[in-house]
Structure formats: structure tokens, C-alpha cells
């Protein structure tokens, strides 16, 4: 990597050529175009606690301590939290202007604080799943269950298109959509979320929606790798386990998985509930055999991985904070979403990597992922 940057160096020096918004460009063609590159160049910048800042996900109030937060004070709050992302709850809207109003605000103050873009999040899978449209009175997209029965695709790239369509004024980039869970349990807790029984089926309309978020600006976030529609009870309890075997999941669960990936899934969130066919009893979002030997090595999958949130039972009541996103990341992650005390997150990562436990590479690993998709995005330019 250091002859990479030399390299890098050098053609900043002899190229005929300028620099636009960071990156080598030749009669308005960008001719160093690797997006891992440009962002190792990034974070030649940045302080070790600034790269750990940049893999969590937050709400506002994480950073600002209220307890809810719909508009910014004086105070920037990203100066001493420079996170990568800040997710969007029903609680953050109370209109368009004033959602609005907060997204700029967010994505200024990170300027202003000398940080990189954050990718702003929501939530919004269509249906009930809808948090922006059910605060501000949109006329709801169609549900995964109801594409699904539907069988036309046309259908969930509409949904994508249309939920991309007025999410982007707002500035929102990030959409934890669609779910790519196969239902396999007859009393399966995510079947109102998810696009039926059919692998193939939810694998199609899955790949569809996502095309329709990108066609918008937004990128998707495929969850649940590797997968829960065999789970019959909700993640908020520690004793739930994904009892699929391993052939199993390979020939169903992961279906859905394999196929965003082969079309480029920019993120995939990973699920909370350990699997039986691990037998280490950790949630998958804590196991390397699922993060790392699972989706990175046997599905080649080199993007993003973001955990499920950490503020779910499944984590919270087994894991400190601190000691959560250390795993996490141990595992493989490269993002952590929601940890219920962002400082203490931080705090037990430093400490980790002073220790020992957690190496700088393996931090840089992953905020080369994330910046590198901000880049891709347009999110940093």
C-alpha cells in the first residue's frame, strides 16, 4: 500500500494535469478513478479517533444529547463526534422544511468541523415500514409482501424509484432497504417485511427496488444477511437463534445475498441472531465465521458490512457498549449501527487498539470501504 501512495505521489507530480476536488484530472476526465485509492488518500488526514468515528452510525441525539432532536443548535456537534453516518427516526420529522433544515445542517456542521460527508440515513421499505411518508403524510409505497405477491418486478423498482424520489430533497443517501430475508417459518417475525417464500422471487424484486434507489441517488442496504425468515421470535431477545443449517442457508437464505452482490450491493447489514450452524453462539453481527469467512471470503463480497442495531436485545442484554463494537469489529464489520453510548463505543476501540486486540489496519481496512463508497456516491466530492 505505501508503494501505492508513492506511486499516487508521483503522478500528482509529473502528471500534466490538475487537481479537481482532490483527484487527478486530465481535460475534465478523471484518470485515477480507484475509489479504495482515493480514499486511502483521505485518510492520510485523519487522526486514528477520527477513522473510528467515521464507522458509527448514530442517531441526532447521540450527538447532541437531547432527547429528541428535530433542529441543531449553535453548537456543532460534530466537531468532537465526527461520525460516518446519522440515521433519521420518526421522532427527528415534524415537517418538510424543518427535515430539511436538519439534514443541511448535519452535512454543514460536518464541513465546518472539518469532517467528510456523512451518509444520512432512514429507514423506508415501503408499506407501514415507511418512517418519512408516515410523518409527513405521504401516500404510502407498496409493502415487500405486497410486490411480492404481485410477482412483477416493474412493481419493486417503482417503490425503489418512487421512495428514492422524495427522499432525495431532503438530502437523505442512505436507505436501509430492501430486505432480502426469505420466509421460511410459518411464524416468521419479519414476513411483513420481506418479499415472500420464493428465494428466486424476493432475490428479483430485492435487486429491483435497489435499481430504483440508485436510479434516485440513494444507496440500498441489503439486510438480513444471512438471513432470519426462519426466526420465529424477535431479535430484542437474546435466545433466539437462526436454526438453519449451513446447506440450508447456502441453497435459500443466502440466495438473495448472492445476487446483490453479483449486481454490486454497495452495503449489507448483518443480523443479530447466532447461528446453530456456527456453534460459536455469538449474534453473526459479533461472529467472524459469518462476516468474514461467510460473506467476505465464500461470497466474496468486498463492500460495506453495517450491523443491525446494536441498541436491539439480542446485543444490549449480553454486551457492554463498548465491548459490542469491539467484536463487531474484530469480527468484520466495517460500520456499527446505533451503539447505545457512542463515547464508550469509541472510548473501548482506542483502547482496543493501544491493547492490541484490534489492529489500525484493520480500522483502516474499513474506513477505506466507507469513505470509498462516498466517494462512488457523490457523497464526498
Same mark, same amino acid.
Given at each position: 500500500?505505501?508503494?501505492?501512495?508513492?506511486?499516487?505521489?508521483?503522478?500528482?507530480?509529473?502528471?500534466?494535469?490538475?487537481?479537481?476536488?482532490?483527484? $487527478?484530472?486530465?481535460?475534465?476526465?478523471? $484518470?485515477?478513478?480507484?475509489?479504495?485509492?482515493?480514499?486511502?488518500?483521505?485518510?492520510?488526514?485523519?487522526?486514528?479517533?477520527?477513522?473510528?468515528?467515521?464507522?458509527?452510525?448514530?442517531?441526532?441525539?447521540?450527538?447532541?444529547?437531547? +432527547?429528541?432532536?428535530?433542529?441543531?443548535?449553535?453548537?456543532?456537534?460534530?466537531?468532537?463526534?465526527?461520525?460516518?453516518?446519522? *440515521?433519521?427516526?420518526?421522532?427527528?420529522?415534524?415537517?418538510?422544511?424543518?427535515?430539511?433544515?436538519?439534514?443541511?445542517?448535519?452535512?454543514?456542521?460536518?464541513?465546518?468541523?472539518?469532517?467528510?460527508?456523512?451518509?444520512?440515513?432512514?429507514?423506508?421499505?415501503?408499506?407501514?415500514?415507511?418512517?418519512?411518508? =408516515?410523518?409527513?403524510?405521504?401516500?404510502?409505497?407498496?409493502?415487500?409482501?405486497?410486490?411480492?405477491?404481485? +410477482?412483477?418486478?416493474?412493481?419493486?423498482?417503482?417503490?425503489?424509484?418512487?421512495?428514492?424520489?422524495?427522499?432525495?430533497?431532503?438530502?437523505?443517501?442512505?436507505?436501509?432497504?430492501?430486505?432480502?430475508?426469505?420466509?421460511?417459518?410459518?411464524?416468521?417475525?419479519?414476513?411483513?417485511?420481506?418479499?415472500?417464500?420464493?428465494?428466486?422471487?424476493?432475490?428479483?424484486?430485492?435487486?429491483?427496488?435497489?435499481?430504483?434507489?440508485?436510479?434516485?441517488?440513494?444507496?440500498?442496504?441489503?439486510?438480513?444477511?444471512?438471513?432470519?425468515?426462519?426466526? =420465529?421470535? =424477535?431479535?430484542? =431477545?437474546?435466545?433466539?437463534?437462526?436454526?438453519?443449517?449451513?446447506?440450508?442457508?447456502?441453497?435459500?437464505?443466502?440466495?438473495?445475498?448472492?445476487?446483490?452482490?453479483?449486481?454490486?450491493?454497495?452495503?449489507?447489514? *448483518?443480523?443479530?441472531?447466532?447461528?446453530?450452524?456456527?456453534?460459536?453462539?455469538?449474534?453473526?453481527?459479533?461472529?467472524?465465521?459469518?462476516?468474514?469467512?461467510?460473506?467476505?471470503?465464500?461470497?466474496?463480497?468486498?463492500?460495506?458490512?453495517?450491523?443491525?442495531?446494536?441498541?436491539?436485545?439480542?446485543?444490549?442484554?449480553?454486551?457492554?457498549?463498548?465491548?459490542?463494537?469491539?467484536?463487531?469489529?474484530?469480527?468484520?464489520?466495517?460500520?456499527?449501527?446505533?451503539?447505545?453510548?457512542?463515547?464508550?463505543?469509541?472510548?473501548?476501540?482506542?483502547?482496543?487498539?493501544?491493547?492490541?486486540?484490534?489492529?489500525?489496519?484493520?480500522?483502516?481496512?474499513? *474506513?477505506?470501504? *466507507?469513505?470509498?463508497?462516498?466517494?462512488?456516491?457523490?457523497? $464526498?466530492?
Amino acid at each position: 500500500m505505501r508503494r501505492m501512495m508513492i506511486i499516487f505521489c508521483l503522478l500528482i507530480l509529473l502528471c500534466p494535469c490538475a487537481l479537481a476536488d482532490g483527484w $487527478i484530472v486530465e481535460d475534465g476526465e478523471e $484518470i485515477f478513478p480507484d475509489r479504495l485509492m482515493q480514499a486511502q488518500v483521505l485518510m492520510w488526514d485523519m487522526t486514528t479517533e477520527e477513522k473510528v468515528w467515521q464507522l458509527l452510525v448514530v442517531t441526532p441525539e447521540a450527538l447532541t444529547g437531547e +432527547r429528541i432532536t428535530s433542529r441543531l443548535g449553535d453548537t456543532n456537534v460534530l466537531r468532537d463526534r465526527p461520525v460516518g453516518g446519522v *440515521v433519521v427516526f420518526g421522532q427527528n420529522i415534524v415537517s418538510e422544511s424543518q427535515l430539511k433544515e436538519l439534514t443541511e445542517g448535519l452535512q454543514a456542521q460536518a464541513k465546518d468541523a472539518g469532517a467528510y460527508a456523512l451518509f444520512l440515513a432512514v429507514s423506508e421499505e415501503g408499506g407501514a415500514y415507511s418512517r418519512v411518508a =408516515n410523518k409527513l403524510g405521504y401516500p404510502l409505497e407498496m409493502s415487500a409482501p405486497e410486490v411480492g405477491i404481485k +410477482r412483477d418486478t416493474a412493481n419493486a423498482y417503482a417503490t425503489g424509484r418512487n421512495i428514492g424520489a422524495y427522499l432525495r430533497p431532503f438530502g437523505i443517501n442512505l436507505d436501509f432497504a430492501p430486505v432480502c430475508d426469505v420466509v421460511t417459518a410459518e411464524d416468521s417475525w419479519i414476513k411483513e417485511r420481506t418479499y415472500g417464500t420464493d428465494a428466486e422471487r424476493v432475490s428479483q424484486m430485492a435487486q429491483q427496488m435497489a435499481q430504483g434507489l440508485r436510479s434516485q441517488g440513494i444507496v440500498p442496504c441489503f439486510s438480513h444477511f444471512p438471513g432470519q425468515g426462519s426466526i =420465529n421470535g =424477535n431479535l430484542n =431477545n437474546r435466545e433466539v437463534v437462526n436454526s438453519r443449517t449451513l446447506a440450508e442457508m447456502q441453497a435459500v437464505d443466502w440466495l438473495p445475498f448472492r445476487s446483490a452482490i453479483e449486481n454490486g450491493a454497495e452495503m449489507i447489514m *448483518v443480523s443479530h441472531a447466532p447461528s446453530k450452524a456456527v456453534g460459536d453462539g455469538l449474534p453473526a453481527s459479533l461472529s467472524p465465521t459469518v462476516i468474514t469467512q461467510w460473506l467476505r471470503l465464500e461470497m466474496g463480497y468486498t463492500g460495506v458490512v453495517i450491523t443491525d442495531s446494536l441498541r436491539m436485545g439480542a446485543i444490549t442484554s449480553g454486551y457492554k457498549p463498548g465491548a459490542a463494537a469491539v467484536q463487531a469489529l474484530q469480527a468484520g464489520a466495517d460500520m456499527l449501527l446505533l451503539p447505545t453510548d457512542a463515547d464508550a463505543a469509541v472510548r473501548s476501540i482506542l483502547k482496543a487498539i493501544d491493547s492490541g486486540d484490534l489492529t489500525l489496519a484493520r480500522i483502516e481496512e474499513s *474506513v477505506a470501504r *466507507v469513505l470509498a463508497l462516498k466517494i462512488e456516491r457523490g457523497i $464526498i466530492q
